[in-house]
């Protein structure tokens, strides 16, 4: 397996304002990168990660056991974050890290479909014992179905003719594998606007959110999050494309909101004050150093928040 270079490092790790004793939760625990730097700077405290990827989760505990024995790897997905949490004893937490979006060795590994440079079954299940595959979607969704979702998750304007394509494809055959499906997509975008991007690419990424219902998942988790900060706990999120980063902003913004009736008032009484505010006004980018060793992190984003009282 490639070695995965995990996103804004330096930039999430530094944010979270770590201590020794600090308790953390990695929401999504991927091959360890950002886990195995939290975990060896709380060497008191303890780490709580997630993950829905049993390769990812073999492979991270290997990685984190070199470093120390004070984390739990919890197989669910972060959207349980507080159940399994409490499941545990555990009801309060100093910061919490979520790195959204499929990890590069997912992408790299061929046969997990997600790429549509190689060719593989479409699958795309971060989590491969549920039932929902991109098989299931490509081949079972009715025309208005797949052009919503291509329109919605992929923001791709040639939503509705792709999906008339692939409907109109499937009638004599079922389209079983990534390329056979990218040959598809290309026959319903004019040949000008294969040039500068691959015609997949949006597509793709729609199919994926949909099969691990990845937007659905992110405000529930997050806000759980916020409810167990501690005063002075950080979550920060690292996002990757235009939908993500959009619906994070807006969950920060709504968190550190003045109330309307107050608002503008010179002084305002302590209860009316916002429970959060913004660690950076702005979301940062990875400097161009990082994006010539890993030119992926290249739409990724990161937020941060603070729990302040």
């Given at each position: 397996?490639?070695?995965?270079?995990?996103?804004?490092?330096?930039?999430?790790?530094?944010?979270?304002?770590?201590?020794?004793?600090?308790?953390?939760?990695?929401?999504?625990?991927?091959?360890?990168?950002?886990?195995?730097?939290?975990?060896?700077?709380?060497?008191?405290?303890?780490?709580?990660?997630?993950?829905?990827?049993?390769?990812?989760?073999?492979?991270?505990?290997?990685?984190?056991?070199?470093?120390?024995?004070?984390?739990?790897?919890?197989?669910?997905?972060?959207?349980?974050?507080?159940?399994?949490?409490?499941?545990?004893?555990?009801?309060?937490?100093?910061?919490?890290?979520?790195?959204?979006?499929?990890?590069?060795?997912?992408?790299?590994?061929?046969?997990?479909?997600?790429?549509f440079h190689n060719d593989a079954k479409l699958d795309m299940r971060m989590?491969?014992?549920?039932?929902?595959?991109?098989?299931?979607?490509?081949?079972?969704?009715?025309?208005?179905?797949?052009?919503?979702?291509?329109?919605?998750?992929?923001?791709?304007?040639?939503?509705n003719n792709i999906a008339k394509k692939i409907v109109e494809y499937r009638e004599s055959k079922?389209?079983?594998?990534?390329?056979?499906?990218?040959?598809?997509?290309?026959?319903?975008?004019?040949?000008?606007?294969?040039?500068?991007?691959?015609?997949?690419?949006?597509?793709?990424?729609?199919?994926?959110?949909?099969?691990?219902?990845?937007?659905?998942?992110?405000?529930?988790?997050?806000?759980?999050?916020?409810?167990?900060?501690?005063?002075?706990?950080?979550?920060?999120?690292?996002?990757?494309?235009?939908?993500?980063?959009?619906?994070?902003?807006?969950?920060?913004?709504?968190?550190?909101?003045?109330?309307?009736?107050?608002?503008?008032?010179?002084?305002?009484?302590?209860?009316?004050?916002?429970?959060?505010?913004?660690?950076?006004?702005?979301?940062?980018?990875?400097?161009?150093?990082?994006?010539?060793?890993?030119?992926?992190?290249?739409?990724?984003?990161?937020?941060?928040?603070?729990?302040?009282?």
């Open positions: 397996m490639e070695k995965h270079i995990s996103v804004l490092l330096e930039e999430s790790i530094s944010s979270l304002n770590l201590d020794e004793s600090s308790v953390i939760v990695d929401a999504t625990l991927g091959y360890g990168g950002h886990s195995s730097n939290i975990l060896e700077r709380i060497k008191k405290g303890h780490l709580f990660a997630f993950d829905q990827d049993s390769e990812a989760i073999r492979h991270s505990t290997d990685r984190l056991n070199k470093i120390g024995t004070n984390f739990t790897i919890i197989k669910s997905n972060f959207v349980h974050l507080q159940e399994e949490l409490n499941n545990l004893g555990v009801y309060k937490i100093d910061g919490a890290l979520f790195d959204l979006g499929v990890s590069s060795p997912q992408l790299d590994d061929e046969e997990r479909g997600f790429s989590d491969r014992d549920q039932k929902l595959s991109a098989y299931e979607v490509v081949n079972n969704y009715s025309k208005e179905e797949l052009s919503k979702i291509f329109y919605k998750y992929g923001e791709d304007k040639f939503a079922p389209i079983e594998t990534t390329l056979e499906l990218v040959d598809v997509i290309k026959t319903a975008v004019p040949m000008k606007f294969r040039i500068d991007k691959h015609p997949a690419r949006q597509i793709f990424q729609a199919i994926r959110i949909e099969v691990n219902h990845e937007l659905d998942v992110i405000e529930p988790a997050i806000n759980q999050a916020l409810d167990m900060l501690n005063v002075g706990g950080r979550v920060a999120v690292i996002t990757f494309h235009s939908l993500e980063d959009r619906l994070v902003k807006n969950i920060f913004k709504e968190k550190c909101k003045i109330d309307d009736k107050v608002k503008g008032l010179p002084n305002i009484p302590d209860e009316y004050l916002p429970d959060f505010k913004l660690v950076y006004n702005k979301a940062i980018a990875p400097s161009d150093e990082e994006l010539e060793k890993n030119p992926r992190a290249r739409s990724s984003k990161l937020r941060v928040i603070e729990r302040i009282k």
